[in-house]
């Protein structure tokens, strides 16, 4: 049963139009995290909260936002897609505990037109 | 569309052999360490785990082993199958703080 659920799997925008990316988990997990993955490089940290205490990496861009309106659902808002924000945008969850694994949910493939 | 992105090692292994991935850590705070595998087109999926205060973890056809001293981590997986190509990243944890996540290594199993 999958655990971390994204919506849409696939999605297209086009260029400069907000666009919503959505998670769900039934973890009960206290963080959420979004992550950027390109083509053929690693996950890359956007932003994630912790309850809901928002914590932004500092190379996050102002096009990026995100709300969590409760603990079950976190959601990723691209204010004005550019061609560069082309990628797999990755939610992930984890436990209170400091050593425990990150659960991933499948992606949403975003390609702006 | 995307950046073009960077050409990832890749591992090239025959059906049945032992694999062997390495990963260089950079951060020597770091007390927790996962591989992750990801298959094309899906999220990152737990492999196993191992913490400091250990040198060698085993699981189900993978072995993993830390050496803190060169900031080394390897995954090992004995007898390598078709559905074990994938790509392969270790990632670290710095003091509980966010995990960092390696480059990542292609693994094709050859028939």
């Known amino acids: 049963d999958a655990m971390v659920i994204q919506n849409p799997r696939y999605q297209v925008t086009q260029f400069g139009k907000p666009v919503t990316l959505s998670c769900s988990q039934t973890l009960n997990h206290n963080v959420m995290y979004w992550y950027q993955q390109k083509s053929s490089q690693a996950p890359k940290l956007l932003f994630h909260?912790?309850?809901?205490?928002?914590?932004n990496e500092a190379d996050t861009p102002d096009n990026f936002q995100s709300r969590r309106p409760n603990t079950s659902f976190c959601f990723l808002d691209i204010r004005s897609p550019g061609l560069g924000d082309a990628a797999m945008y990755l939610c992930?969850?984890?436990?209170?505990?400091?050593?425990?694994?990150?659960?991933f949910g499948q992606g949403t493939r975003l390609t702006v037109v | 569309g995307e950046s073009v992105g960077l050409h990832l090692p890749t591992l090239s292994v025959q059906e049945g052999d032992n694999s062997i991935i390495n990963c260089a850590y950079s951060?020597?705070?770091?007390?927790?360490f996962i591989w992750y595998k990801q298959e094309s087109g899906k999220g990152p999926q737990f492999i196993i785990d191992?913490?400091?205060?250990?040198d060698k973890r085993q699981g189900q056809r993978v072995t993993v082993l830390l050496n803190k001293t060169v900031k080394h981590l390897s995954l090992q997986i004995a007898a390598t199958q078709p559905g074990d190509s994938a790509v392969y990243f270790c990632a670290e944890r710095p003091n509980g703080q966010n995990f960092v996540f390696g480059p990542g290594t292609r693994l094709s199993v050859l028939p």
């Open positions: 992930a969850t984890s436990g209170d505990r400091v050593n425990t694994e990150a659960f």
């Open positions: 909260y912790y309850d809901k205490d928002f914590n």
């Open positions: 191992i913490r400091s205060n250990m």
């Open positions: 951060n020597s705070a770091s007390d927790y």
